[in-house]
Protein backbone atom coordinates (compact mmCIF):
# COMPACT_ATOMS: atom_id res chain seq x y z
CA UNK A 1 0.00 0.00 0.00
CA UNK A 2 2.83 2.22 0.84
CA UNK A 3 3.93 1.99 -3.10
CA UNK A 4 0.06 3.10 -4.54
CA UNK A 5 -0.16 6.61 -4.86
CA UNK A 6 -3.81 6.75 -4.81
CA UNK A 7 -4.02 5.09 -1.50
CA UNK A 8 -1.53 6.84 0.23
CA UNK A 9 -3.14 10.19 -0.64
CA UNK A 10 -6.33 9.11 0.28
CA UNK A 11 -5.18 8.05 3.86
CA UNK A 12 -2.98 11.46 4.00
CA UNK A 13 -6.57 12.56 3.06
CA UNK A 14 -8.13 10.56 5.91
CA UNK A 15 -5.60 11.64 8.39
CA UNK A 16 -6.56 15.42 7.57
CA UNK A 17 -10.27 14.84 7.76
CA UNK A 18 -9.57 12.51 11.06
CA UNK A 19 -7.65 14.71 12.99
CA UNK A 20 -9.25 17.80 11.78
CA UNK A 21 -12.48 16.65 13.27
CA UNK A 22 -10.67 15.26 16.64
CA UNK A 23 -8.98 18.46 17.61
CA UNK A 24 -11.89 20.18 16.99
CA UNK A 25 -13.92 17.71 19.40
CA UNK A 26 -10.91 18.21 21.93
CA UNK A 27 -10.82 21.62 21.45
CA UNK A 28 -14.35 22.09 21.90
CA UNK A 29 -14.17 19.69 24.90
CA UNK A 30 -10.78 21.13 26.61
CA UNK A 31 -12.75 24.80 26.31
CA UNK A 32 -15.94 23.37 27.71
CA UNK A 33 -13.96 21.74 30.88
CA UNK A 34 -12.47 25.40 31.62
CA UNK A 35 -15.41 27.15 31.28
CA UNK A 36 -17.32 24.55 33.75
CA UNK A 37 -14.31 24.37 36.04
CA UNK A 38 -14.37 28.38 36.18
CA UNK A 39 -18.21 28.77 36.33
CA UNK A 40 -18.47 26.22 39.46
CA UNK A 41 -15.97 27.99 41.44
CA UNK A 42 -17.63 31.14 40.82
CA UNK A 43 -20.90 29.93 41.76
CA UNK A 44 -19.31 28.71 44.77
CA UNK A 45 -17.84 32.33 45.52
CA UNK A 46 -21.28 33.99 44.75
CA UNK A 47 -22.51 31.39 47.08
CA UNK A 48 -19.81 32.21 49.91
CA UNK A 49 -20.30 35.63 49.83
CA UNK A 50 -24.28 35.51 49.99
CA UNK A 51 -23.73 33.40 53.14
CA UNK A 52 -21.68 35.47 54.86
CA UNK A 53 -23.08 39.00 54.06
CA UNK A 54 -26.44 37.42 54.89
CA UNK A 55 -24.92 35.93 58.10
CA UNK A 56 -23.68 39.17 58.79
CA UNK A 57 -26.87 41.64 58.17
CA UNK A 58 -28.70 39.51 60.93
CA UNK A 59 -25.82 39.84 63.57
CA UNK A 60 -25.76 43.28 63.34
CA UNK A 61 -29.46 44.17 63.29
CA UNK A 62 -29.19 43.65 66.77
CA UNK A 63 -25.71 45.51 67.63
CA UNK A 64 -26.71 48.47 65.69
CA UNK A 65 -28.57 51.42 67.76
CA UNK A 66 -28.83 54.89 66.39
CA UNK A 67 -28.48 55.48 62.24
CA UNK A 68 -25.11 56.45 61.39
CA UNK A 69 -22.98 55.43 64.29
CA UNK A 70 -21.01 52.10 65.19
CA UNK A 71 -21.02 50.77 68.02
CA UNK A 72 -18.35 49.41 70.14
CA UNK A 73 -20.38 45.89 70.30
CA UNK A 74 -19.71 45.10 66.39
CA UNK A 75 -16.18 44.55 67.15
CA UNK A 76 -17.31 41.21 68.97
CA UNK A 77 -17.93 40.12 65.58
CA UNK A 78 -14.91 42.28 64.26
CA UNK A 79 -12.36 42.18 66.20
CA UNK A 80 -10.19 44.39 63.79
CA UNK A 81 -12.35 46.93 63.35
CA UNK A 82 -11.14 50.75 62.76
CA UNK A 83 -13.03 53.50 62.90
CA UNK A 84 -12.65 56.44 60.33
CA UNK A 85 -9.56 59.06 61.56
CA UNK A 86 -8.57 56.09 64.05
CA UNK A 87 -4.90 54.94 63.50
CA UNK A 88 -5.28 50.88 63.39
CA UNK A 89 -2.82 47.98 63.39
CA UNK A 90 -4.21 44.66 61.38
CA UNK A 91 -4.27 42.32 64.41
CA UNK A 92 -6.35 39.40 64.13
CA UNK A 93 -8.33 38.06 67.11
CA UNK A 94 -9.34 34.52 67.92
CA UNK A 95 -13.21 34.92 68.12
CA UNK A 96 -16.38 33.30 67.16
CA UNK A 97 -18.56 33.62 64.55
CA UNK A 98 -17.75 33.99 60.77
CA UNK A 99 -13.89 35.80 61.38
CA UNK A 100 -12.27 32.69 60.03
CA UNK A 101 -12.71 34.70 57.22
CA UNK A 102 -11.14 37.54 58.04
CA UNK A 103 -8.25 35.51 59.30
CA UNK A 104 -7.73 33.78 55.63
CA UNK A 105 -7.36 36.95 54.11
CA UNK A 106 -9.91 36.97 51.89
CA UNK A 107 -12.30 39.65 53.01
CA UNK A 108 -13.02 43.05 53.42
CA UNK A 109 -15.97 45.14 55.37
CA UNK A 110 -16.55 48.55 54.84
CA UNK A 111 -19.42 50.55 56.63
CA UNK A 112 -21.17 53.74 55.41
CA UNK A 113 -23.79 56.00 56.63
CA UNK A 114 -26.91 56.67 54.72
CA UNK A 115 -24.94 59.61 53.10
CA UNK A 116 -22.29 57.26 51.65
CA UNK A 117 -19.32 58.72 54.06
CA UNK A 118 -17.26 55.69 55.44
CA UNK A 119 -17.12 54.75 59.16
CA UNK A 120 -14.78 52.32 59.62
CA UNK A 121 -13.47 48.74 57.90
CA UNK A 122 -11.95 45.84 58.65
CA UNK A 123 -10.40 42.62 57.01
CA UNK A 124 -7.67 43.11 54.46
CA UNK A 125 -6.46 46.11 53.66
CA UNK A 126 -7.56 47.34 50.05
CA UNK A 127 -7.38 50.62 48.33
CA UNK A 128 -9.35 52.62 45.70
CA UNK A 129 -12.46 50.46 46.44
CA UNK A 130 -15.36 52.87 47.82
CA UNK A 131 -17.60 52.32 45.54
CA UNK A 132 -21.36 52.10 47.30
CA UNK A 133 -24.07 49.82 45.59
CA UNK A 134 -27.57 50.28 46.80
CA UNK A 135 -28.66 47.22 45.59
CA UNK A 136 -27.59 43.78 46.95
CA UNK A 137 -26.12 42.96 43.50
CA UNK A 138 -22.50 41.00 43.19
CA UNK A 139 -20.28 42.75 41.52
CA UNK A 140 -16.71 42.87 40.30
CA UNK A 141 -13.62 45.78 41.01
CA UNK A 142 -10.25 45.78 40.55
CA UNK A 143 -8.12 47.97 42.88
CA UNK A 144 -4.84 49.78 42.02
CA UNK A 145 -2.85 46.43 41.78
CA UNK A 146 -5.16 44.74 39.70
CA UNK A 147 -6.12 42.59 42.12
CA UNK A 148 -10.12 41.42 41.50
CA UNK A 149 -12.38 41.65 44.53
CA UNK A 150 -16.07 40.33 44.17
CA UNK A 151 -18.45 42.39 46.13
CA UNK A 152 -21.79 42.73 47.58
CA UNK A 153 -23.44 45.87 49.23
CA UNK A 154 -25.99 45.75 52.35
CA UNK A 155 -28.89 48.04 53.51
CA UNK A 156 -28.55 47.75 57.10
CA UNK A 157 -31.24 48.32 59.79
CA UNK A 158 -31.11 49.06 63.70
CA UNK A 159 -32.90 47.30 66.46
CA UNK A 160 -35.99 48.98 65.43
CA UNK A 161 -35.55 48.41 62.19
CA UNK A 162 -34.72 51.86 61.05
CA UNK A 163 -32.33 52.47 58.13
CA UNK A 164 -28.93 52.54 59.83
CA UNK A 165 -26.35 52.42 56.85
CA UNK A 166 -24.36 50.77 54.25
CA UNK A 167 -21.92 47.64 54.43
CA UNK A 168 -20.02 46.59 51.93
CA UNK A 169 -18.40 42.92 51.73
CA UNK A 170 -15.98 42.15 49.62
CA UNK A 171 -13.74 38.69 48.56
CA UNK A 172 -10.92 38.87 46.76
CA UNK A 173 -10.48 36.49 43.93
CA UNK A 174 -6.87 36.38 43.73
CA UNK A 175 -6.97 32.82 44.54
CA UNK A 176 -9.78 31.94 42.31
CA UNK A 177 -7.90 33.85 39.15
CA UNK A 178 -4.86 31.57 40.25
CA UNK A 179 -5.81 28.57 40.43
CA UNK A 180 -8.08 29.68 36.80
CA UNK A 181 -4.77 30.64 35.19
CA UNK A 182 -3.21 27.11 35.63
CA UNK A 183 -6.14 25.76 34.49
CA UNK A 184 -6.13 27.52 31.26
CA UNK A 185 -2.18 26.94 30.94
CA UNK A 186 -2.30 23.41 32.02
CA UNK A 187 -5.12 23.20 28.68
CA UNK A 188 -2.99 25.55 25.98
CA UNK A 189 0.02 23.39 26.98
CA UNK A 190 -1.43 20.29 27.00
CA UNK A 191 -3.59 20.69 23.74
CA UNK A 192 -0.58 20.93 21.05
CA UNK A 193 0.25 17.39 23.15
CA UNK A 194 -3.41 15.62 22.51
CA UNK A 195 -3.28 17.40 18.86
CA UNK A 196 0.30 15.45 18.32
CA UNK A 197 -1.33 12.10 19.99
CA UNK A 198 -4.66 12.81 17.80
CA UNK A 199 -2.50 13.30 14.26
CA UNK A 200 -0.31 9.69 15.17
CA UNK A 201 -3.95 7.97 16.05
CA UNK A 202 -5.60 9.95 12.73
CA UNK A 203 -2.73 8.43 11.02
CA UNK A 204 -2.75 4.66 12.69
CA UNK A 205 -6.57 4.43 12.10
CA UNK A 206 -6.09 5.56 8.79
CA UNK A 207 -3.80 2.62 7.68
CA UNK A 208 -6.39 0.65 9.65
CA UNK A 209 -9.47 2.21 7.29
CA UNK A 210 -7.65 1.81 4.40
CA UNK A 211 -6.53 -1.96 4.89
CA UNK A 212 -9.63 -3.72 3.94
CA UNK A 213 -10.48 -1.23 1.08
CA UNK A 214 -6.82 -2.10 -0.47
CA UNK A 215 -7.18 -5.70 0.10
CA UNK A 216 -10.55 -5.46 -1.90
CA UNK A 217 -7.93 -3.56 -4.73
CA UNK A 218 -5.49 -6.56 -4.89
CA UNK A 219 -8.61 -8.94 -4.68
CA UNK A 220 -10.15 -7.66 -7.62
CA UNK A 221 -7.18 -6.79 -9.46
CA UNK A 222 -6.33 -10.37 -8.61
CA UNK A 223 -9.67 -11.92 -10.39
CA UNK A 224 -9.18 -9.81 -13.10
CA UNK A 225 -5.99 -11.06 -13.82
CA UNK A 226 -7.10 -14.28 -12.97
CA UNK A 227 -10.22 -13.98 -15.30
CA UNK A 228 -7.98 -12.75 -18.14
CA UNK A 229 -5.84 -15.19 -18.00
CA UNK A 230 -8.39 -17.97 -17.93
CA UNK A 231 -10.45 -16.06 -20.80
CA UNK A 232 -6.88 -16.38 -22.69
CA UNK A 233 -6.63 -19.71 -22.76
CA UNK A 234 -9.64 -20.64 -24.79
CA UNK A 235 -9.41 -18.20 -26.77
CA UNK A 236 -5.66 -18.47 -27.91
CA UNK A 237 -6.64 -22.52 -28.42
CA UNK A 238 -9.61 -21.54 -30.95
CA UNK A 239 -7.62 -18.63 -32.09
CA UNK A 240 -4.63 -21.50 -33.12
CA UNK A 241 -6.76 -24.17 -34.07
CA UNK A 242 -8.86 -21.61 -36.76
CA UNK A 243 -4.91 -20.08 -37.81
CA UNK A 244 -4.01 -23.72 -38.43
CA UNK A 245 -7.06 -24.60 -40.83
CA UNK A 246 -6.97 -21.27 -42.62
CA UNK A 247 -3.39 -22.63 -43.78
CA UNK A 248 -4.83 -25.70 -45.53
CA UNK A 249 -6.31 -25.04 -48.86
CA UNK A 250 -8.48 -28.17 -48.50
CA UNK A 251 -9.71 -29.60 -45.10
CA UNK A 252 -10.44 -33.29 -45.01
CA UNK A 253 -14.25 -33.67 -43.85
CA UNK A 254 -12.90 -35.91 -40.73
CA UNK A 255 -10.22 -33.21 -39.95
CA UNK A 256 -13.69 -30.36 -40.17
CA UNK A 257 -15.12 -32.47 -37.70
CA UNK A 258 -12.54 -32.31 -35.16
CA UNK A 259 -12.04 -29.23 -35.42
CA UNK A 260 -15.63 -28.03 -34.66
CA UNK A 261 -14.92 -30.45 -31.67
CA UNK A 262 -11.88 -29.15 -30.48
CA UNK A 263 -13.36 -25.32 -30.78
CA UNK A 264 -17.20 -26.24 -29.50
CA UNK A 265 -14.82 -27.95 -26.01
CA UNK A 266 -12.73 -24.61 -26.21
CA UNK A 267 -16.72 -22.74 -26.23
CA UNK A 268 -17.79 -24.49 -23.45
CA UNK A 269 -15.15 -23.71 -21.13
CA UNK A 270 -15.94 -19.94 -22.17
CA UNK A 271 -19.70 -20.56 -21.42
CA UNK A 272 -18.96 -22.18 -18.28
CA UNK A 273 -16.59 -19.61 -17.11
CA UNK A 274 -18.99 -16.60 -17.97
CA UNK A 275 -21.80 -18.42 -16.19
CA UNK A 276 -19.76 -19.31 -13.01
CA UNK A 277 -19.01 -15.77 -12.93
CA UNK A 278 -22.62 -14.38 -13.04
CA UNK A 279 -23.03 -16.68 -10.25
CA UNK A 280 -20.80 -15.02 -8.14
CA UNK A 281 -21.47 -12.18 -9.71
CA UNK A 282 -25.52 -12.43 -8.78
CA UNK A 283 -24.20 -13.49 -5.02
CA UNK A 284 -21.87 -10.67 -4.35
CA UNK A 285 -24.96 -8.29 -5.37
CA UNK A 286 -27.30 -9.56 -2.86
CA UNK A 287 -25.40 -8.07 -0.38
CA UNK A 288 -26.37 -4.58 -1.96
CA UNK A 289 -30.05 -5.50 -2.59
CA UNK A 290 -29.30 -5.85 -6.05
CA UNK A 291 -30.32 -9.12 -6.37
CA UNK A 292 -32.41 -11.31 -4.85
CA UNK A 293 -33.13 -14.59 -4.69
CA UNK A 294 -36.40 -16.08 -4.25
CA UNK A 295 -36.85 -18.08 -1.02
CA UNK A 296 -39.07 -21.53 -0.73
CA UNK A 297 -39.27 -24.66 1.20
CA UNK A 298 -36.58 -27.22 -0.04
CA UNK A 299 -37.15 -31.12 0.80
CA UNK A 300 -33.60 -32.19 0.90
CA UNK A 301 -34.19 -35.93 0.86
CA UNK A 302 -35.80 -35.40 -2.88
CA UNK A 303 -33.13 -32.73 -3.59
CA UNK A 304 -29.97 -35.30 -2.47
CA UNK A 305 -31.97 -37.90 -4.27
CA UNK A 306 -32.27 -36.30 -7.56
CA UNK A 307 -28.32 -35.33 -7.24
CA UNK A 308 -27.19 -39.07 -6.91
CA UNK A 309 -29.50 -39.80 -9.69
CA UNK A 310 -27.99 -37.23 -12.29
CA UNK A 311 -24.58 -37.75 -10.91
CA UNK A 312 -24.78 -41.46 -11.27
CA UNK A 313 -23.03 -41.26 -14.95
CA UNK A 314 -20.01 -39.27 -14.07
CA UNK A 315 -19.28 -41.80 -11.24
CA UNK A 316 -19.60 -44.46 -13.39
CA UNK A 317 -17.66 -42.62 -16.41
CA UNK A 318 -14.61 -41.96 -13.88
CA UNK A 319 -14.66 -45.52 -12.16
CA UNK A 320 -16.23 -44.25 -8.94
CA UNK A 321 -18.42 -45.53 -6.41
CA UNK A 322 -20.96 -42.94 -5.72
CA UNK A 323 -22.86 -43.62 -2.23
CA UNK A 324 -25.85 -41.80 -0.37
CA UNK A 325 -26.66 -42.26 2.95
CA UNK A 326 -29.76 -40.40 4.46
CA UNK A 327 -30.47 -40.30 8.07
CA UNK A 328 -33.66 -38.96 8.32
CA UNK A 329 -36.66 -40.87 8.52
CA UNK A 330 -38.64 -38.52 6.99
CA UNK A 331 -38.86 -35.45 4.98
CA UNK A 332 -36.21 -32.91 6.20
CA UNK A 333 -37.72 -29.04 4.80
CA UNK A 334 -35.25 -25.98 5.01
CA UNK A 335 -35.79 -22.62 3.51
CA UNK A 336 -33.67 -21.60 0.73
CA UNK A 337 -32.98 -20.96 -3.32
CA UNK A 338 -33.37 -24.49 -4.17
CA UNK A 339 -31.99 -23.81 -7.34
CA UNK A 340 -28.41 -22.40 -5.56
CA UNK A 341 -28.41 -25.70 -2.87
CA UNK A 342 -28.54 -27.65 -5.71
CA UNK A 343 -25.50 -26.04 -6.98
CA UNK A 344 -23.46 -26.28 -4.14
CA UNK A 345 -24.19 -29.79 -3.09
CA UNK A 346 -23.14 -30.48 -7.04
CA UNK A 347 -20.25 -28.75 -7.17
CA UNK A 348 -18.71 -30.31 -3.94
CA UNK A 349 -19.96 -33.97 -5.44
CA UNK A 350 -18.11 -33.09 -8.93
CA UNK A 351 -15.18 -31.69 -6.84
CA UNK A 352 -14.73 -34.97 -4.73
CA UNK A 353 -14.95 -37.02 -8.41
CA UNK A 354 -12.42 -35.16 -10.08
CA UNK A 355 -9.88 -35.37 -7.47
CA UNK A 356 -10.26 -38.62 -6.72
CA UNK A 357 -8.27 -42.11 -7.28
CA UNK A 358 -9.81 -44.70 -9.69
CA UNK A 359 -12.05 -47.17 -8.37
CA UNK A 360 -12.43 -44.38 -5.33
CA UNK A 361 -15.43 -43.57 -3.34
CA UNK A 362 -17.75 -40.40 -3.25
CA UNK A 363 -20.21 -40.54 -0.71
CA UNK A 364 -23.51 -37.84 0.04
CA UNK A 365 -25.10 -38.79 3.77
CA UNK A 366 -27.91 -36.21 5.08
CA UNK A 367 -28.26 -35.81 8.67
CA UNK A 368 -29.71 -33.51 11.50
CA UNK A 369 -28.49 -32.24 15.08
CA UNK A 370 -30.20 -30.06 16.76
CA UNK A 371 -30.98 -27.12 15.01
CA UNK A 372 -28.48 -27.25 11.83
CA UNK A 373 -29.10 -29.43 8.79
CA UNK A 374 -25.62 -31.46 8.25
CA UNK A 375 -24.43 -32.84 4.17
CA UNK A 376 -21.26 -34.53 4.50
CA UNK A 377 -19.52 -34.97 0.84
CA UNK A 378 -16.83 -37.79 1.63
CA UNK A 379 -14.08 -38.89 -0.55
CA UNK A 380 -11.39 -41.40 -1.07
CA UNK A 381 -9.53 -38.66 -3.45
CA UNK A 382 -5.77 -37.01 -3.25
CA UNK A 383 -6.62 -35.16 -0.07
CA UNK A 384 -5.65 -31.56 0.91
CA UNK A 385 -2.28 -30.23 2.22
CA UNK A 386 -2.18 -27.77 5.13
CA UNK A 387 -1.23 -25.00 3.00
CA UNK A 388 -4.09 -25.34 0.41
CA UNK A 389 -6.59 -25.57 2.95
CA UNK A 390 -6.80 -21.95 3.74
CA UNK A 391 -6.64 -21.10 0.48
CA UNK A 392 -9.07 -23.87 -1.26
CA UNK A 393 -12.26 -21.53 -1.51
CA UNK A 394 -10.44 -19.01 -3.41
CA UNK A 395 -11.67 -17.59 -6.74
CA UNK A 396 -9.51 -19.57 -9.32
CA UNK A 397 -7.30 -21.66 -6.82
CA UNK A 398 -6.69 -25.44 -7.93
CA UNK A 399 -5.10 -27.57 -6.21
CA UNK A 400 -4.16 -29.24 -9.24
CA UNK A 401 -3.86 -26.63 -11.74
CA UNK A 402 -3.08 -28.84 -14.65
CA UNK A 403 -5.92 -31.59 -14.06
CA UNK A 404 -8.56 -29.49 -12.94
CA UNK A 405 -8.31 -27.18 -16.34
CA UNK A 406 -7.97 -30.45 -18.42
CA UNK A 407 -11.54 -31.70 -17.39
CA UNK A 408 -12.40 -27.90 -18.06
CA UNK A 409 -13.03 -26.52 -14.48
CA UNK A 410 -11.93 -22.88 -13.89
CA UNK A 411 -11.54 -23.04 -10.52
CA UNK A 412 -14.75 -21.28 -9.00
CA UNK A 413 -16.50 -24.25 -8.30
CA UNK A 414 -15.87 -24.57 -3.90
CA UNK A 415 -15.94 -20.58 -4.40
CA UNK A 416 -19.50 -20.54 -5.44
CA UNK A 417 -20.82 -23.60 -2.99
CA UNK A 418 -19.14 -21.33 -0.06
CA UNK A 419 -21.05 -17.84 -1.32
CA UNK A 420 -24.42 -19.75 -1.27
CA UNK A 421 -23.80 -21.25 2.01
CA UNK A 422 -22.84 -18.02 3.65
CA UNK A 423 -26.36 -16.67 1.85
CA UNK A 424 -28.28 -19.60 3.49
CA UNK A 425 -26.52 -18.46 6.93
CA UNK A 426 -24.71 -21.73 6.81
CA UNK A 427 -20.82 -22.90 6.90
CA UNK A 428 -18.67 -25.22 5.14
CA UNK A 429 -16.21 -27.07 7.26
CA UNK A 430 -13.18 -28.72 5.49
CA UNK A 431 -10.89 -32.11 6.56
CA UNK A 432 -8.76 -33.46 4.58
CA UNK A 433 -5.46 -35.61 4.19
CA UNK A 434 -3.01 -36.00 1.54
CA UNK A 435 -3.72 -39.27 -0.41
CA UNK A 436 -6.40 -40.05 2.15
CA UNK A 437 -9.09 -37.75 0.66
CA UNK A 438 -11.22 -34.75 2.44
CA UNK A 439 -14.43 -34.54 3.96
CA UNK A 440 -16.30 -31.39 3.01
CA UNK A 441 -19.19 -30.85 5.77
CA UNK A 442 -21.98 -28.22 5.20
CA UNK A 443 -24.20 -26.45 7.96
CA UNK A 444 -27.57 -25.18 7.17
CA UNK A 445 -29.81 -23.66 9.47
CA UNK A 446 -33.05 -26.42 10.13
Keep these: ?31 GVYEAIAHAHYVTINQELKAVSGTFHDTLKSLLIKPNKLENTVTEILPDLCLVNQKCEQIYHQSKYITKFIQQGKYYFQFFDLSGNLLGKAGIEIEGLSIINQQEELINLKDKNNIRYRQISLLLHTKDNKQ ?42 AKKAM ?20 LRTPLAAIKATLDSIMMIKELPLTDSKETLITINRQNQRLINLVSDLLILSRLDSITENSYIPVKTDINLVDLVNDLVEELSFLALK ?15 LIKGNEEQIY ?27 KKEVIIKV ?35 GLAIAQAIALYHNGRIELESSVNKGSIFTVYLPK
Design 318 to 332: NNIEFIQKIKVKENL
Design 211 to 230: QPVYKSYQQIQQFSSDVAHE
Design 1 to 31: MKNNRIFTQTQFSLTCWYASIFTGIISLGAL
Design 343 to 369: RLLTNLVINAMENNHENGKVIISLEVE
Design 378 to 412: IDTGIGISEEDKTLIFNRFYRVNKARNRDKGGSGL
Design 164 to 205: WGYLQIGRSLEDFDHYVNNIKWFLLLGLPLLITLVIIASWYL
